[in-house]
């Protein structure tokens, strides 16, 4: 595996991991590698230099944001998580359920296959993508 840090045509900087450089630029190439910030595919690798470790540099949780806009969306998935039900795999059915008239409205989410959030959106049943995978609830 090998990290490396990349530009888009916008000036947006952002890493990525890749299984090596030739997969790099073969994903790259077939339009594959989007920015993380804007989702343009125009990106291009920034000059890295080794990382050798000497001791002396603390070492960074992972827990903690890289930038911010990964504690945005960090923000945004605790509100989502704090203040709504997790459907799960059913959103489709309970966003329809409640939009008819069968349930009582509430804020959910959950997940739903491409073909299940058109069907929604056509119905006219107030649905958005979320900008991360909800974490699965398993026993």
């Known amino acids: 595996m090998i990290r490396y840090r990349l530009t ?41 230099a ?14 903690r944001p890289a930038s911010e806009v990964e504690a945005a969306l960090a923000a945004l998935r605790r509100q989502v998580e704090e203040n709504s039900e997790y ?16 349930r009582p409205h509430r804020s959910i989410y959950g997940e739903a296959r491409s073909d299940e959030a058109r069907k929604l959106i056509e119905e006219g049943v107030p649905v958005a993508p979320l900008p991360f995978m909800p974490a699965r609830k398993v026993n």
């Open 8 to 48: 888009c045509d916008q000036d947006h900087g952002f890493e990525s991991w890749f299984k090596s450089s030739d997969a790099f630029d073969k994903l790259n190439a077939s339009g594959m590698v989007a920015c993380s910030v804007c989702g343009s595919v125009k990106v291009t690798k920034d000059l890295m």
């Open 50 to 63: 080794p990382a050798v470790s000497q001791g002396t540099e603390e070492a960074k949780p992972l827990q």
């Open 87 to 102: 459907v799960g795999l059913n959103f489709a059915a309970e966003a329809r359920a409640m939009h008819e008239g069968e």
